[in-house]
Nanobody
Framework: QVQLDESGGGLVQAGGSLRLSCAAS????????MGWFRQAAGKEREFVAA????????VYADSVKGRFTISRDNPKNTMYLQMNSVKPEDTAVYYC?????????????????WGQGTQVTVSS
């Protein structure tokens, strides 16, 4: 069992930057594949980025490629999402997720644990 706690969300102007953090409980963080997803109002949850347990495999949604960077610090039990050049369409609740398999990519069904989410609002 792992508990995930997102932070760092808020209001940012278009073109600005924001860094989200996902803190995990427990001693097994380094064994989990991790991912970021987002859900805008009235829309389905969508994949943003994923990172393997060692950090050597990373994948991004096309919509954020080149603007967002996912990373993790296993000794600190924390994953990050650096968001640069944000756009109004990035407005959503952002969720972090953990996969016991060590890698789940963009497959939402392969993630076992989810955080409560943090709101990101981008103003134009």
């Amino acid at each position: 069992q792992v508990q995930l706690d997102e932070s760092g969300g808020g209001l940012v102007q278009a073109g600005g930057s924001l860094r989200l953090s996902c803190a995990a409980s427990g001693r097994t963080f380094s064994t989990y594949g991790m991912g970021w997803f987002r859900q805008a109002a009235g829309k389905e949850r969508e994949f943003v980025a994923a990172i393997s347990r060692t950090g050597d495999s990373i994948v991004y949604a096309d919509s954020v490629k080149g603007r967002f960077t996912i990373s993790r610090d296993n000794p600190k039990n924390t994953m990050y999402l650096q968001m640069n050049s944000v756009k109004p369409e990035d407005t959503a609740v952002y969720y972090c997720a953990a996969a016991k398999s060590g890698w789940a990519g963009d497959s939402v069904g392969r993630y076992n644990y989810w955080g409560q989410g943090t709101q990101v609002t981008v103003s134009s």
